[in-house]
């Protein structure tokens, strides 16, 4: 949401054409929030990773090819958060086979669901910032903290257990 604030206060405006390519980047934040390393490793099978990560790389040479021609310098970005994709699907699958478990125990959808309708509760306050016109820095900082404030709340009312951790 404030992706062009971002980078047109930390480089310039000249940079403007790269927020698209940043708001791509930041899926990798949402795969990067399932780790599906860990239970492979614990159980000492690293040639999944082998696999995966030869998997990965012909996702995205694949995908590389197949859109920067047709999407310019989206292509490459894509390519890589979806070859990021494919590698946590496979290891997932792998996790699944190896401890014999439904994907229903290795995700917890419950929880999963919770955490996004919480977003989904939250997400207006972000869009207040149209409304409002100050400074962009200082909508940003104020509209994101009034956002994660909000969205503690929600989730601590939804009863999410980790929430209490943090707080």
């Not at 780790?35 to 995908?63: C, D, T």
């Not at 979806?82 to 086979?97: G, Q, T």
């Not at 401890?99 to 306050?125: C, D, E, S």
């Amino acid at each position: 949401m404030y992706a062009d604030v971002l980078i047109q206060t930390l480089f310039t405006k000249e940079y403007s054409a790269a927020i698209p390519i940043f708001r791509i980047y930041l899926l990798l934040l949402l795969r990067r929030c399932f780790e599906v390393g860990a239970p492979l490793r614990a159980m000492n099978k690293n040639k999944y990773f082998v696999v995966g990560n030869g998997l990965s790389l012909v996702v995205n040479i694949a995908l590389l090819y197949a859109l920067f021609g047709w999407i310019g310098f989206y292509g490459p970005a894509i390519a890589f958060v979806s070859a990021e994709f494919a590698l946590a699907i496979f290891l997932a699958l792998k996790i699944v086979s190896t401890y014999k478990i439904t994907i229903g125990r290795l995700v917890h959808w419950k929880k999963i669901g919770l955490i996004v309708a919480a977003n989904l509760i939250t997400m207006p306050i972000l869009g207040l910032r149209t409304v409002v016109d100050f400074n962009p820095i200082a909508e940003a900082v104020a509209f994101s903290t009034l956002f994660l404030l909000v969205y503690l709340a929600v989730m601590r009312w939804m009863h999410i257990d980790e929430v209490d951790y943090f707080m």
